[in-house]
């Protein structure tokens, strides 16, 4: 069996082993956590209002002033 290994699945390694070996063998995987998403999703939210207003050729009320 070959293992794919990655920055963040050698730094599960380190911090929970067993967690490590649940995972590689596909019996486990552990869940993400909510920060990552968080971030990803007030990106999306600002780039598509800045979007409206590139594209309209205008500037936003909040960078008008």
Request: aromatic residues 10%; glycine residues 8%.
């Amino acid at each position: 069996m070959s293992f794919k290994l990655s920055p963040s699945s050698l730094g599960l390694m380190k911090e929970c082993p067993r967690c490590f070996w649940l995972e590689q063998h596909g019996i486990w995987k552990r869940p993400m956590g909510a920060f990552p998403s968080l971030p990803n999703g007030m990106d999306r939210i600002l780039k598509r209002h800045f979007d409206i207003f590139r594209d309209k050729g205008m500037l936003p009320p909040e960078l008008k002033e």
